[in-house]
């Protein structure tokens, strides 16, 4: 009876929590089993994966945990750690059928799982009866640590990928190299063995050593950790190490859950093992000492002769044999030679089984090919087709969104005229992201809107007079415009919510959740529900947009005034993130790529990571090898220290304006795509944005990098504005007028610094001033390996810029235009400009 209170009390106290997170999370996505309202279909089986899989694999493991390792605190929270992790995986896979991803995803709920643990051990602790301490024979430990480590490089999957991973971390990964590969393998063999021989003495059996492999991947992510905080920055300004940290252990404990049954086979068959040789030999030595007991001795050999006396026995003076080894030394020996056979066997075959690298397999589907005219991805950048690289920068253009209009005296945007395009071209910008609205496009399900789709053509044939070019952006925000119900019940810790913009009602599936926001529009209980039936297709849903893209893109498939198509602003992550910010968006990207291809649209395709770039500064982005197509371009939102998560709870920056670049450029190389980020900007007060575009613009040039700024315009009654004085924008609204306010001519004059709009070859070096009259200063390096003359700089100010170096040029010209001068000219080689405002 005393047994079995232990995980009565064990499986009772997970329940009841379980229960009480999803009573309090208002949203379903802070506790374990979320409950965000409405209605789950379940005839589509996803929705109530989570409670089907889930709740019942969690509390079986739970209750396997206590009876076997429930005597100790630090051996229960562990078991529940396991349990929570491979309820998870077991989740995922049931919406998914992808082991790789179910895998990787487990980490996912680590932050959720290691305090619930904690919870569920200490109630155990205390309630659970009496104790028994005893410890138990450790049994084997180096073959599963050594199992544990040689499993890696080939079960890595999506484990270890991402913008944590800096060049210098190492990771059991083929593609980072054998140098690292084999880094990472030692630490793992070490961690693993660290653990067992902990473990395995307080928890028997093929649970204690399951458990010594979560232990040990939570080791190994510690020590990856402490390597990160040296050769990636460390805390430069922002506490990013810690994040890094958090996803460096996740990732661990997620592969030693998933992977631990194979170190405790192999631990229990290498106990079996060892048993039955510790027997044999045990026997062996026995049979010797009853064979020969007492001192050994030589007969002498005589010839019998009857009636003599037998001769007494002449003690032997042969050496005696050595010692046996015991059965520990020569496991220990055997498996050192093993370690080393088992290694270097499992990085070979890595190394041999597992695909390319991202980098080197968008080489392998070729250069992206387009008609002259057109941009085009071209050896890791944005190029135009005659051998230029190309710098896209500009603004958001928000004119078109079909916005919920809060106030209905107020219009929710300002009219687009093609003074707009001739004012934005003053400013140097050669690329605006027009944003459109599928709600506005397609109306009606089936039929895109004639009047809409002309307005699209007449601001792209004004951008392209202007010399601007256009990228087409499916802009939502809180996935539409649908506004909180009259007579809703928020739940506590919720409020009612203005819409926002996005998706037809048609398409639009809430189930009775509530249309509540949490900390902002992208956290709804109704959102969420609305993006997990896209994700997933329900009703054809998903489908429709690709079909919607496939028809818009082949509107301007012979336009090349049109950059490229930008899929979905911002995706939401739906309930079951990164089943559906990571699988789910790679397939919906790639259908919808393969539907504009088809339409016989040669242009790049945009394509970003969730909403939670944005919020945090990081995710994964869309799963890697989701796409087969060359001319694609990563798009992450870089919003460091503007609207994410640290800057809304008031908490310590955790990524900051410059690291962003680098963590979005780790993830757009893993991809074997070039990064534009299609938004930024936002920042606080005035001061605020100044000393941050600074920043961003500095760092910007240092990567020569290109970016779209976050807005040209925004209404009075647009309801990301909220109810002010002003319009915050680029060109701001007198709310009391109607009339445009005074500009910001501080961001103007950063936003408008002196840049290479295209460079033949390879631009080397960027650097421009940001301020004034020093806004005219910049300096460029390049390299091409043919002549060509396709350099253009945009260099701000009336007064006609010095040329203060042109090695490698010739022909050097300077033109007048509204705003500023454009220089052109030749480069052949290594060539290098500076101008002087």
Known sequence: MRQARRPIVAVAATSALLILQAVID???????????????????????????????????????????????????????????????????????????????????????????????????RFAGG????????????????????????????????????????????????PVLMLIAIALLVGSAWLSLRWMRHRVPGFLGAWLAA???????????????????????????????????VADGLAFGACTGWIVALVALVADRLRARRTAADAALATDAASATP????TPVATTAT???????????????????????????????????????ASAIAASLLTPAPAEAT????????APAGFLRVENGRIADGDGNQVLLRGVNVNQLVDFYQPRAEVPATRPLTEADFADMASYGFDVVRLNLSWSALEPEQGELDAEYL????????????HGIRTVLDMHQDGWSNAATAEGTECRPGTDPMWGYDGAPEWATQFDGAPRCSFTGRDISPAGDRAFEHFWFDTDGVQQALVRTWG??????????????????????????APVTTSLKLGEFSDAAIDAIRAAGAPQIVFVEPSILWSGLGIDSGPSLGFTDDPNVVFSPHLYAESITMDRSLGIPTIVSTERQFELAQRVADEHGMPMWSGEYGYWGDMDSRVERLSRYAAEEDRRVQASAYWVWKQSCGDPQNGIGEFGNALVPEDCATGEDAPRPEQLLGILSRAYPQAAPGTLTSLSAGTAGDDGGRMSLTGVVDEPSCGLVVWVPGEAEPTIADSTGLSRVELEQQPGGWLVTACADGEYALATEG
């Open 214 to 248: 979560l232990v040990a991947g939570g080791v190994f992510g510690l020590a990856q950790s402490l390597v990160g905080l040296l050769v990636d920055d460390g805390f430069a300004g922002d506490m990013w190490p810690l994040l890094g940290a958090y996803i460096h």
């Open 551 to 576: 028809e818009l893109a082949g509107e301007f498939a012979d336009e090349p005034a049109v950059a490229g198509f930008d899929l979905l602003n911002e995706p939401g992550f739906g309930e079951t």
């Open 294 to 297: 007492g001192t050994a001795t």
């Open 130 to 177: 009496p104790r028994d301490l005893r410890v138990h024979e450790r049994g084997s430990v180096w073959p599963g640590a050594i199992a544990f480590g040689a499993a890696a490089p080939l079960l890595a999957g999506t484990w270890w990928t991402g913008a944590a991973y800096g060049p210098l971390v190492p990771t059991p990964r083929a593609d980072s190299g």
């Open 26 to 124: 208002p949203t379903g996505l802070l506790a374990l089993v979320g409950w965000p309202g409405g209605t789950p279909r379940i005839e589509l089986g996803w929705p109530v994966a989570r409670y089907l899989v889930f709740v019942p694999v969690m509390l079986a493991v739970v209750w396997w945990a206590a009876v076997r390792a429930g005597q100790r605190f630090w051996t229960m929270t562990a078991g529940v750690v396991l349990a929570a992790l491979l309820a998870q995986a077991a989740a995922c896979f049931a919406m998914t059928g992808d082991l790789a991803l179910a895998g990787w995803a487990a980490g996912y709920v680590a932050a959720k799982a290691v305090p619930s643990a904690l919870i569920v051990a200490a109630v155990v």
């Open 362 to 369: 968008a080489t392998d589907r070729g250069e992206a090919s």
């Open 454 to 465: 002309a307005t699209i053509k007449r601001a792209v044939g004004w951008a392209k007079a």
């Open 306 to 344: 009857p009636g003599a006396p037998t001769p007494a026995p002449v003690p032997s003076t042969a050496p005696a044999p050595a010692p046996a080894r015991t059965p520990a030394r020569a496991a220990t020996a055997a498996g050192v030679a093993v370690a080393v056979a088992v290694i270097a």
